[in-house]
Structure formats: C-alpha cells, structure tokens
C-alpha cells in the first residue's frame, strides 16, 4: 500500500468511539457531555445578520492577497487591540492550517516542537503531518496547573525548534502566569526557539487568577519570535465559517510574515465571502460570546451544585475555556470509566487519558452544551463514578 509513513497505521475508532457508533445505531439516545460544536447547543444565533454578510456585493470579487483582506485583517486586529496591526496579520481556514504554515515555516522534517501537556491532541498529528515531532513535556498541578520549565528546558535538543502552549489550555483551563510568560519567553531566546501561543479560548475567563497573562499581545516586545493564533470558531462561536488568524511578533516578524504569505499564496485556501463578511461576523461576536459565557457559568454552577451531592467527587478550577476536569477515585482506568458511562447510563464523557492527563481519574466534561442536558447527563453519570 502506498501511504506516506506519516498517517495513522490504521484507522479504527478507538473503543469508545466504536461503542458510541454502535450504540447510536441501535436507537439509544445519547447524553453528549463532550459536546464542542457551539452551532449544535442552542445558541441565538444573530441569523438574519450573519446571512446578510454572507451575500454582501463583496462575496462575489476575487481578489487574492495571500495574507487575506486588508479589511479583514484591520477588522481581527481591533478585536485583539494592544497595538496588532493590520500588516501583523495572516488569515488562513482554520487554526489548523495556521499550525500547518508555522510548522512548514519552522521546521524540516525530522524537527521537534515542545507541548506541555495535557493539551490539544490534534497537535501529535499536526506536527506530524508535516514531518516534525510533537514531544509533550508535562506540566503540573498543584492548586492550580503550572508549565514545568525545568523540565521545558531540559527537552529543548538540537532539533528543537518551538514551543506550542495554549492559553488558556484546553482541556485544563490553565491560564499562563505572567512569571510563566517571562520564564517562557526567556527560555525561547535562551535556545532560539519560536513560542506559538493558541489563544482561542482567550474570551472565556472563568475563574482567572489575578496574575494571569490574558493575551500574549501585553507583551508589545517578546524576547523571542511569538505567534498568535485564534479564529472564529470560538472567538464567534462559528466554526463553519472556517476562519482562523495568525499575528506575528518579536524578533523576525516581518520576515517571518513575508515567508508566510509566500506559503499561503501556495493555497489562497481563505473564501472571499468569509473576508467580506469578517468585519461585521467581528461586530456580532461579543454578543454571540456573551450567551456562550453565560452558558459555561450555568452548566459549571450545576456541576458544583451536582458535586455537593456526591462528595467523593471533585473538579479542578476553570481559570477558561469551555471544559472541566471532574476528579474521581480511580477505581478503573479512564477509558473503561467513559465507555461504563456510556455503556449504562448513555452519557458520552472524555477520560483524561485522551488528552494525556497523568494517570488515571480524571474525566473531561464539555460546559458548552445545553444546560438541560448537562444536568440530566450528570445526574445519570455521578451516582455510578
Ligand atoms: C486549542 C484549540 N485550538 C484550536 C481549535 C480549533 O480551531 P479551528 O477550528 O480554527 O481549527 C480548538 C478546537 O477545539 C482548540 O481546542
């Protein structure tokens, strides 16, 4: 079979997965506590506004700039503020594809990125996909979660060549400190690495610690070269419009900028009917925002409220983002744990394993669905933890 070596060696479902599909076939109706769609929750879309951007004059012109439109780039960078500018800026479809950009621009193959861990799993594959090699370096908690930059520094390696933090990590909610952004930064400069900094869930604060570090954008003068990434799929909560964003800064930006465009002009993969659109889809998201923050703090009132209940089980803090860390006693690994939840009570769960949490008890719980069936999924699943 001809397949590059650097796809999966197969691609079955996980057991989880294959439970999930199985059970669905046979009729049962699922409680989805790992639900990340925000179209799929109930929100109040503003429809008739978001139509109309859509079918703007504007939509119908072709007029490629490989780093995306002008006035969509003026419009991403006054939704960031702290002095980004237009020209700091590259659009691509998604987040995804802006990690494909920054590793092909950073990497050869062979190369290595640094992930504290737990964090997003798509990175392993991202990473990899372009030949390089995601090596996770696992971060601690200790009331709260810390980047371990001792152990950061001692799997910096010849070939290293960035670190991916994500801020505030998903699943884990942690917010990096200021301390840990200079301690971060100063280690970059130190190896001469590139510091790429997911900020998608940057709008969503739960329970941030004073000393949180909201944007990597506080810091106008990053010792090193730092990249931004967000997008519309939760800036707007609107994943299928399909755009995402990369902001460059620190030492080498313009450079670093020209070779992007130079990669982007490869794929001009942006529609034009979403750069039209982007200004005003800007100008409606902090509504949009508004209902998805007053949803993560109704459905993480519940959980405490369910918790009180069921004092063996506990959650770690939510510093952001749209998951939980709910904490039980380890009485089975994390993945037998999910597929008995779904098994018996028909609630699909993530174990932490999925996302590397140390060890096993830990389950990861999406605050984004409706609240309805968050409280009928966690009634059904907490009684048999
Ligand atoms: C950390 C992180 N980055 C990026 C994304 C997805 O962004 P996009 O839809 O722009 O690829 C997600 C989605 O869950 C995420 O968790």
Redesign the pocket.
């Known amino acids: 079979m001809l397949l590059s070596s650097r796809l999966p060696h197969s691609f079955e479902p996980n057991a989880l997965s294959a439970a999930l599909a199985r059970l669905r076939g046979e009729g049962r109706t699922i409680l989805d506590l790992t639900v ?1 769609n925000p179209t799929r929750c109930g929100f109040a879309y503003p429809e008739t506004e978001i139509r109309a951007a859509l079918s703007s004059p504007g939509v119908l012109a072709y007029d490629p700039d490989p780093l995306g439109s002008r006035a969509a780039r003026e419009a991403v960078a006054a939704h960031h503020g702290h002095g980004l500018q237009a020209d700091d800026l590259l659009l691509t479809a ?5 990690y494909g950009l920054l590793f092909k621009l950073l990497g050869d193959p062979g190369d290595e990125i640094l992930v504290p861990s737990p ?2 799993p ?1 990175f392993e594959w991202l990473a990899r996909l372009e030949g390089l090699r995601a090596r996770p370096v696992p971060s601690y908690f200790h009331d709260r979660w810390h980047l371990d930059l001792g152990a950061l520094e001692v799997a910096v390696g010849p070939r290293t060549r960035a670190v991916v933090v ?1 801020n505030p ?2 699943p884990t909610g942690h917010f990096l400190s200021r301390a840990e952004w200079n301690g971060l930064t100063a280690l970059c400069a130190r190896h001469g690495l590139a510091l790429l900094v ?1 900020e ?2 940057a709008d969503y604060a739960l329970e941030p610690p004073a000393d949180r570090l909201a944007t990597a954008l506080e810091d106008a003068n990053p010792p090193c070269p730092v990249f931004l ?1 967000s ?4 800036v707007a909560a609107l ?1 299928q419009l ?1 755009l ?1 964003w990369t902001a460059a800064r620190g030492a080498g930006a313009a450079v670093h900028l020209e070779a992007l465009a130079f990669l982007a002009d490869q794929y001009l993969s942006v529609s034009a009917p979403v750069q039209a659109a982007a200004p005003t889809l800007l100008a409606l998201a902090p509504a949009i925002r508004a209902q998805v923050r007053a949803r993560l703090s109704a459905n993480l009132a519940a959980l405490d409220a369910a918790l009180a209940r069921h004092p063996r089980l506990t959650r770690l803090p939510v510093e952001g983002g ?1 998951s939980v860390l709910l904490r039980r006693p380890a009485v089975d690994a994390d993945e037998a744990c999910a597929l008995r939840l779904l098994e018996q009570a028909a609630v699909l769960t993530h174990p932490g394993s999925f996302f590397d949490l140390p060890g096993d008890g830990h389950l990861v719980l999406s605050l984004l669905g409706p609240e309805a069936a968050f409280c009928e999924g966690l009634d059904r699943m907490l009684p048999i933890l």
Request: net charge neutral; charged share 15%.
């Open positions: 990340s998604s987040t995804s594809e802006g964090s997003y798509l994500v990590n998903n997911d998608v869930f990434l997008g519309l799929s939760k994943p399909k995402g749209w």
